[in-house]
């Protein structure tokens, strides 16, 4: 098992900065990727983006050029670095990490973009 702890949401101003992170405790050895997926109200939980082991990092064409997704050289902590927030990435956003096909989530923190 695999568990996952968020932190880091907040509320912030449009064009302001937010920094995510999720440490992953338990069966932590070999995680083969880790990354992020957000829930708007009333809307799906959509991928935001993702690290997989020894590979680069992948985004949705949303966060591209704006949010920078990375791992710890441990491989047990990912975070989420985001510039330029907009109103529109306002969500509850998840970490996600996947072991021998199982996926496990966490909690979620909620990320609040407004004037």
């Known amino acids: 098992q695999v568990q996952l702890v968020e932190s880091g949401g907040g509320l912030v101003q449009p064009g302001g900065s937010l920094r995510l992170s999720c440490a992953a405790t338990g069966s932590i050895l070999a995680i083969d990727s880790m990354g992020w997926y957000r829930q708007a109200p009333g809307k799906e939980r959509d991928w935001v983006a993702s690290?997989?082991?020894?590979?680069?990092?992948i985004y949705a064409d949303s966060v591209k050029g704006r949010f920078t997704v990375s791992r710890d050289g441990a491989e047990t902590t990912v975070s989420l670095q985001m510039n330029s927030l907009k109103v529109e990435d306002t969500a509850v956003y998840y970490c996600?990490?996947?072991?021998?096909?199982?996926?496990?989530w966490g909690q979620g923190t909620q990320v609040t973009v407004s004037s």
């Open positions: 996600r990490a996947v072991k021998n096909g199982v996926a496990y």
């Open positions: 690290v997989a082991r020894g590979r680069g990092s």
